[in-house]
């Protein structure tokens, strides 16, 4: 893993691209460079996509991550957020587009794989993936953790997210459990926060 510095590069682009474009456009035609994206992001090892995946797409996600508190802990129960497409055909300068074209959140009871978390877009047409984490990296102490996921269920067309694979959560923004213990069982807190997704689909 080379420094870290990269992940800042991609954080500060991102809070520029916030300013959202007012452009309006293809899907497909932001999801074509997913490449040049991440050619110069250093993905901390243990959530690397495995051998054998291609990256197909990328969002950028900005929404709440719900916590309740249950006694002695405060646990994520949901997430909710809206996303975005990427224009990444200039590296150093990512736009992300106002336009909403999906949104993530948790499924009400996981999938008979264990998947719960769940992203669907439906511009151009809906197409869904549910998985579940496979490990997690804090890589900034006021955000939460990038994580590595692996597909449990799909459904529409698989040249969205229909024949995902694997994805990742990246250059995480906020959204950490409170840190007050002075709760009492039942507390909800909403923490907002923001991210980029990263969607692989197999290469064979
Ligand atoms: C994607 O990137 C390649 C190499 O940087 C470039 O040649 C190509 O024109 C780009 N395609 C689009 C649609 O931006
Ligand atoms: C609360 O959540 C924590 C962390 O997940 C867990 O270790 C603990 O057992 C839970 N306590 C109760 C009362 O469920
Ligand atoms: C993406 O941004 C570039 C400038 O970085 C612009 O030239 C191009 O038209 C944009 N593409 C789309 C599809 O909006
Ligand atoms: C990409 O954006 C940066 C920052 O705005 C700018 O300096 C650079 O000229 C742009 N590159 C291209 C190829 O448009
Ligand atoms: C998460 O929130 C969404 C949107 O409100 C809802 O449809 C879903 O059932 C919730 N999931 C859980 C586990 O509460």
């Not at 995902?164 to 959560?169: A, E, F, H, P």
């Given at each position: 893993?080379?420094?870290?510095?990269?992940h800042v590069?991609?954080?500060?682009a991102?809070?520029?691209?916030?300013?959202?474009?007012t452009?309006?456009?293809a899907w497909a035609?932001?999801?074509?460079n997913?490449?040049?994206l991440?050619k110069?992001?250093d993905?901390?090892?243990?959530?690397?996509a495995?051998?054998?995946?291609?990256?197909?797409?990328v969002y950028?996600?900005?929404?709440?991550?719900?916590?309740?508190?249950?006694?002695s802990?405060?646990?994520?129960?949901?997430?909710t957020?809206?996303?975005?497409s990427?224009?990444?055909s200039?590296?150093?300068k990512?736009?992300?587009?106002?336009?909403v074209?999906?949104?993530?959140y948790f499924?009400?009871k996981?999938?008979s794989q264990?998947g719960?978390?769940?992203?669907?877009?439906f511009v151009?047409?809906t197409?869904?993936?549910?998985?579940?984490?496979?490990?997690?990296?804090?890589?900034?102490?006021?955000s939460?953790t990038?994580n590595?996921?692996?597909?449990?269920?799909?459904?529409?067309?698989g040249?969205?997210?229909g024949s995902?694979?694997?994805?990742?959560?990246i250059?995480?923004?906020?959204g950490?459990?409170?840190?007050?213990?002075?709760?009492?069982?039942?507390?909800v807190?909403?923490?907002?926060y923001?991210a980029?997704?990263?969607?692989?689909v197999s290469?064979?």
């Open positions: 893993m080379r420094s870290p510095f990269n590069h991609l954080g500060f991102l809070l520029v691209a916030l300013a959202f474009t452009q309006t456009h035609a932001v999801s074509r997913c490449s040049d991440l110069n992001l993905i901390p090892k243990n959530i690397q495995p051998s054998g995946q291609t990256m197909h797409t950028f996600a900005k929404g709440l991550q719900h916590y309740s508190f249950n006694g802990s405060w646990v994520l129960y949901n997430a957020a809206s996303l975005y990427i224009n990444h200039n590296t150093t990512l736009t992300v587009k106002r336009e074209v999906g949104q993530h499924l009400e996981a999938d264990g719960q978390p769940t992203w669907e877009t151009p047409s197409s869904l993936v549910t998985a579940r984490t496979l490990s997690k990296v804090s890589v900034d102490d006021r939460i990038w590595l996921l692996q597909a449990t269920s799909h459904s529409g067309s040249s969205l997210l995902v694979t694997y994805l990742q959560r250059a995480t923004m906020g950490l459990a409170p840190t007050t213990s002075a709760a009492q069982l039942g507390d807190h909403s923490s907002r923001s980029i997704y990263v969607f692989y290469s064979s």
